[in-house]
């Protein structure tokens, strides 16, 4: 336009980016993605395997082992997916492909419940690890406060965004893995061998056994020790050739997982009795691998592993409370950035550059579920709870999407492929994926009917999802004009 | 010696200009002058709050700038420079892991003199470079 014209109202400058794609680098490896996905899942073991034993009793090894089934297929369906859909969100990402927005809405508000949780329950469990320094961090009281200052203390590291070293991340992993190594070969050696009735009794003796509904909630809990599955999925857009690594990090996490796990539970039930290792108030319900570190029959190993353990499971819980709070706050950009979640939640700090307001108010939330724990120590298997059904509903989402894909879109390139096809229709059809479904959502709804407060406090928050969901929907429709609603349709947003 | 691919890492400071004149010098001494590639880069690093491909606008504008500069500098030794945004966690990692990529045969980096707790100071970018370069790296320190 000539600068001599006068500027119309109607004309626009345009000035178009010169450069207008940047580069991502993408630099994550196999021990990256690994020492993130297990600093999730492996830490549940520091919480869960208590829980579980609350309800599972003597039962407690072969609920975690029927859950460890469960969580293989979930580890393939993801393999896949993130394989296929080498992007962060998920379960999410997944459902917004197979399906639509909203499935894949549905997908990400359960999976940020979940965050939610994992932030709740993995500070709640810290104090319990220190009481083993400072016994008054045992008392409920002084236990929820110092949760509360924990998640409040990372809310702030995170608004601020300081530096986390992946490599001090690995270190950290690798420590922990030796150290449960440790703890089960010692277990093994020390307790196990010399005495392998106590854990036939433990396990099938009198008042040990649990009843049958009991056994089926026992295995519902015990999804509760491999829920972290999405942690490498989520970290898709940031690893080097995501089709090999993310496939081989599910696989090394699927052997160190259920060997460990497995592990731990039959050591632990051969240190104590089942209602020892449940009880979250007298026994070791919330730092059940203290106990079995506290059971050590030589005095110098107790001296070494009880104050060791204690360390670790408190670094470990930690770096799980912030794995939750940096997942929570990605998974609400990228919901933000595909239109199905308002914008304010990934508004970025001018100072600090990080989405400050979604930092803030998921970690209020998490606080808030923490309230229970000032009255009532024992609130924390709802907690549990409570993880389980956002995150089995996020699960079985994703293996719903990873079957739909499979129909609908066969011919989309699969860098990995689960096994156990089936051909229906000329589609290929993964039992993994329907098996897994099944599980999942059987699973799901074992927890809906016999747990009240998971049940309402999950289903307020989905519904509050859901309002908001669709409010943010009518009104953006409303403010967009009509041929950027064509185009948004266009691109799928 | 021979420095046919040459990346020039930028951050907007007053040395970035420097750090490009000496490249392109350096690239100006080779026989086969048309052959001789430089790069520059500024990389934009994204908290882990984020996920990487957030687009965080003022910070994509300011590393836009930044390498506009270095370009009208480059234009002013007569040398045609190809130039590169990247988002990345950490920026060592990144600058590293793009001349690998690119196959560069030098690293040109322009420093400044700056203090952290009264010792000189050369940050964590600089040392990790130095420590993993694939290549020759120069530093230019004014």
Redesign the interface.
Known sequence: MSDTLPTKPGDKVFRP???KY??????LGIPGLFSAGYGNVGSSIYYALGIVALTALGATPIALGAAGIIYIFNSLAYAEGAAMIP??GGSASFARHAFNNLVGFIAGWALMLSYIATIAISAYTVPPYLSYFWPVLSEPVVSTLMSIGIIVLLMIV?VM?V??S?RLNIVFIVVDIITQIAIVVLGIVFILRVNPGVLMENMFGEGNWPSTPNFIMGIAIAALCFTGVETVSQLA??TRKPAERIPRAYFLMIIVVLVLFSGISIVALSAMTPQMLGDPVNGWGRDPVAGIAANLPIAELRNIFAPLVAVLAASILLTATNAG??GI??LT??LS?HKQFPSIFSR?H?R????YIS?ILFCVVAMCLLIPGFTRPGFFSDLGALYVFGSLLGFSLAHAAILSLRINQPDVPRPFKMGWNISIKGKEISLVTFFGLIANGGIWIVILITQPFSRWAGIAWMVAGLIIYFLFRIRKKSDTPDWQIEREKEKGL | MPYSKILVPVVGTEVDGEAMKLACRLAKNEKEKEKSKIWAVSVVAIKRALPLDAEIDSEIKRAESVLDRVQSVAEEEEFEIETDVLQAREVGPAIVDEAVERGVSLIVMGIIYKRQFGQFSLGDVVPYVLKNSPCPVILYQQ
């Not at chain 1, 940047?22 to 630099?27: A, D, I, Q």
């Not at chain 1, 600090?352 to 989405?355: E, F, G, L, Q, V």
């Open positions: 980016r010169r450069i940047f580069h991502l680098k993408r630099v992007e962060g995170n965004g530096k986390e992946s857009e940031e709070l940096l706050s990605r950009y990228n950035t970025i001018k600090y550059r990080t989405p930092i």
